[in-house]
């Protein structure tokens, strides 16, 4: 594989929306988030009320790559052989001989392995982006709940009403119907939540398709959402940038079910109206699969192996599936590019607004976790400081294995030149070469890592 990776040589150009051509703003974003469970959880299922009130300080516990084991109630952080660096009950940090004592130094039971998707299954769930890092607090702070309720419960079943909290507040007419706290919220003040796209990215879009790339935006959002979304963040005439606009895509199923079992829909007025046999035209659809769109690809670029590259912040939903299935070039949205270095974040914008959700501000969550330490590397428990003490986080492996290059936004690079030869990630390159501009500190600061 070439050691260079170039936007020039990309017959066509795809986006996810949430978190990566729309950026939230974090700390106003994540406390809205989590009420929306939370309200749900305490008014409709009879949760205490207790969770309703969150401090500054209880954010920390956020971090992404963390994943939760159902059943047990417990929080893993896993190093990139599949043991487990650092693990919580709920809140409450496992002790370094507690953690020995469970885990043993041993692959999580869970654990999916170097290939496949990093499942989620009745038994374990992961977070991997801003959107359900609110989620993973909620969960812990239900889990000491129980606990403390029912003298130190051992198992849970609580799942099922996060689910329901989940369909209550975004189902497909959540957004029409007002259901829920987030969609209501949003609708009255986006720029609150929302940062408008830099007039550089607008630019770098309009460049790339007077350059002849087909711009693809395929996003889970539904399609009224969606379009609420890019009217603020990049205009009203948003729909000239892309050629094909996919909403309700349901990733990653988007990119590893067959056709026949993910159809496209035409869409009228946000509803989906009719199922296709194919896609024969560029448009604005809903659902569909990588099979079909590739056809069009096909006849669109004239060639029989279109190029296609896609930006995501997710590699649950994103990069993972639309490298494993489809072979396609991936570039991976990596905000803790913006928050690693010394914990301190690197958010712009600060926006003061008075509202209802005001309370205290949130951690942003791109920044350093205190609880769980970088999202790149760890220590293994019982050999700090000692020279095999550090290791790659899983979460970190599966970037240079899935991800084409990592950067911190689309801004980054919208000024680059769009024949700019960036470094890409490949066992020919170090584990490093495709962080752009920079890796992030911590591995910069641990030269050693970068050949293991």
């Not at 279109?306 to 599936?321: A, E």
């Not at 070039?329 to 913006?338: A, C, N, S, W």
């Not at 330490?373 to 790659?392: M, W, Y």
């Amino acid at each position: 594989m070439a050691q260079h990776f170039s936007l020039a040589a990309c017959d066509a150009v795809g986006f996810d929306l949430d978190h990566t051509l729309c950026r939230y703003n974090l700390p106003e974003s994540a406390p809205l988030i989590y009420n929306s469970f939370a309200q749900f959880l305490v008014k409709e299922k009879g949760y205490d009320k207790e969770l309703l009130t969150v401090t500054p300080e209880d954010w920390d516990f956020c971090c992404k790559g963390l994943a939760l084991d159902l059943e047990e109630g417990n929080f893993i952080k896993l190093a990139d052989n599949g043991t487990v660096l650092r693990a919580s009950h709920g809140t409450r940090m496992t002790t370094p001989e507690a953690l020995a004592h469970q885990y043993g130094g041993k692959p999580w039971k869970h654990f999916p392995g170097d290939v496949g998707p990093a499942g989620r299954s009745g038994k374990y769930y992961f977070y991997d982006n801003y959107f359900d890092l609110p989620g993973a607090l909620l969960c812990a702070r239900v889990v000491d709940s129980l606990t403390k309720q029912n003298n130190g419960q051992k198992t849970f079943d609580f799942w099922k009403d996060i689910v329901a909290g989940i369909q209550h507040n975004y189902k497909m007419s959540a957004f029409k119907e007002n259901c829920g706290i987030y969609f209501p919220e949003i609708k009255r003040d986006p720029g609150r939540y929302l940062h408008t796209c830099p007039e550089s990215v607008k630019k770098w879009l309009r460049r790339l398709k007077h350059a002849g790339k087909v711009l693809l935006l395929i996003t889970s959002s539904h399609s009224d959402y969606c379009r609420l979304l890019c009217e603020h963040v990049l205009g009203n005439d948003f729909t000239d940038l892309f050629d094909i606009v996919i909403t309700n895509a349901l990733k990653p199923g988007f990119f590893s079910h067959l056709p026949s079992q993910r159809p496209f829909w035409t869409l009228e007025n946000d509803e989906e109206q009719e199922a296709l046999p194919s896609l024969e035209k560029p448009g604005w659809y809903s659902q569909g699969n990588a099979v079909h769109l590739y056809e069009l690809l096909k006849k669109m670029t004239g060639r029989n192996e279109p190029k296609v590259v896609y930006f995501g912040d997710s590699m649950h939903s994103d990069i993972f599936p639309a490298r494993h299935y489809s072979n396609w070039e991936t570039v991976l949205i990596l905000e803790e590019l913006r928050g690693d270095r010394d914990g301190k974040s690197e958010e712009s914008e600060p926006l003061e607004k008075k509202g209802k959700y005001e309370g205290p501000k949130a951690k942003p969550l791109n920044t350093l976790s205190k609880k769980w330490g970088s999202f790149f590397i760890d220590s293994v428990p019982g050999l700090e400081n000692t020279e095999d003490s550090l290791v790659h986080t899983w979460s970190c492996k599966r970037i240079s294995t899935y991800s084409t290059i990592a950067i911190p936004s689309i801004e980054a690079i919208a000024e680059l030149p769009l024949d700019y030869k960036f470094s890409r990630f490949s066992s020919s390159n170090s584990k490093t070469a495709g962080y752009y501009p920079k890796p992030p500190l911590i591995l910069s600061n641990n030269e050693t890592l970068k050949t293991k």
